[in-house]
């Protein structure tokens, strides 16, 4: 089957700064793609030229089968478009939007974007300018959804929503596969890629850095511990914890009846999980560390490596 997605040494400049360098990427149809990495990865720059929005310095795009540059109206309209930074007309009401939108996009079920405005706990009522950023963050999902496209394109899809609304938007993804549509999504959160993407590809500084099944990943490993003991002492808690070399950064601190800890785990949590164990635990809390951390921790020497083999052959 034709893949929903191909790119082959897709590259953009600007100026002489490169943000994106020889992309090849491959999304097979009916699946989901997170594209993830810090600030500044190359995401939104990958996503336009999909969309056709920017073109390629070099390099060659097929979505659905399609170049970007020639697929004109007919292509667009095949895929639903979240973009990063959305700017909509603020003087009218959502659902009057939302009747423009589909009338551009193609044909859009009978109370299909009643559906989706009441999933998402949308007032389709009121004017777009009196909305929360998350409200209208909101009407972009609708507009992308509505018409059941082949190919959905979200950038930062869930920036701005609350919790339960981001859940759903999760859930809307797996029902969009289910139905056979393709769908990529960036994000600079790796756990709401975790939680829908069969693969991934995580850009660093315009460069893959990793690519392949989420739980491949060594990021998903990274976690960040903090945990409140009681009935302990600061020093038993760092000898016992030090002796573990998978953590980084550990910080131990008694405060009042109780020793605070904070520290990074790469790789196995089980043994630290065991080791918090043996004291009376007050407070726990297991996070992901931002992004950019891990993938710079992680993968930065190959990234920076990469760099700077392409900088001297741009100069050379
Ligand atoms: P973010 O999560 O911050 O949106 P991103 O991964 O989407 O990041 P891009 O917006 O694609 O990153 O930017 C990639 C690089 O290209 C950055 O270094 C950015 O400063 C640069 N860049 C993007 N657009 C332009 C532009 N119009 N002119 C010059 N540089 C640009």
Do not use: C, W
């Amino acid at each position: 089957m034709t893949p929903a997605i191909r790119t082959a040494e897709l590259s953009k400049r600007y100026g002489s700064r490169t943000a994106l360098h020889a992309l090849d990427l491959t999304i097979p149809s009916g699946s989901v793609f997170g594209l993830i990495g810090p600030n500044g990865a190359g995401k939104t720059t990958t996503l336009r030229m999909l969309l056709d929005i920017i073109r390629p310095t070099s390099g060659t795009a097929r979505v659905l089968g399609e170049d970007p540059r020639t697929g004109g109206p007919a292509l667009r309209r095949r895929i639903g478009f979240v973009p990063g930074e959305l700017r909509l007309e603020g003087r009218v009401k959502g659902r009057a939007l939302l009747d423009h939108f589909a009338d551009i996009s193609g044909p859009v079920k009978p109370g299909a974007i009643d559906a989706l405005a009441e999933r998402l706990g949308l007032d389709l009522t009121r004017q777009v300018r009196t909305l929360s950023k998350g409200n209208k963050q909101k009407l972009g999902l609708v507009q992308a959804f509505m018409h059941a496209p082949e190919l959905l394109v979200l950038d930062e899809p869930t920036s701005g929503l609350d919790p339960l609304v981001q859940r759903e938007f999760l859930t809307m993804v797996r029902e969009a596969r289910e139905n056979g549509q393709t769908v990529l999504l960036s994000s600079h959160v790796l756990s709401e890629i975790q939680q829908t993407a069969d693969a991934v590809a995580v850009l660093s500084r315009g460069r893959v850095v990793a690519e392949g099944a989420v739980e491949s990943l060594r990021l998903a490993s990274i976690r960040r511990v903090r945990a409140g003991l009681a009935d302990t002492t600061e020093d038993a808690v760092r000898t016992a914890l030090g002796k573990l070399t998978h953590l980084r950064d550990l910080d131990v601190t008694a405060m009042g009846e109780v020793v605070r800890v904070t520290a990074t785990v790469n790789g196995d949590i089980d043994a630290v999980v065991k080791e918090i164990a043996r004291h009376r635990v007050v407070d726990l809390a297991v996070e992901e560390p931002d992004l950019e951390e891990s993938v710079l921790g992680l993968y930065g020497d190959a990234a920076s490596t990469e760099r700077e083999t392409a900088e001297e052959a741009d100069r050379g």
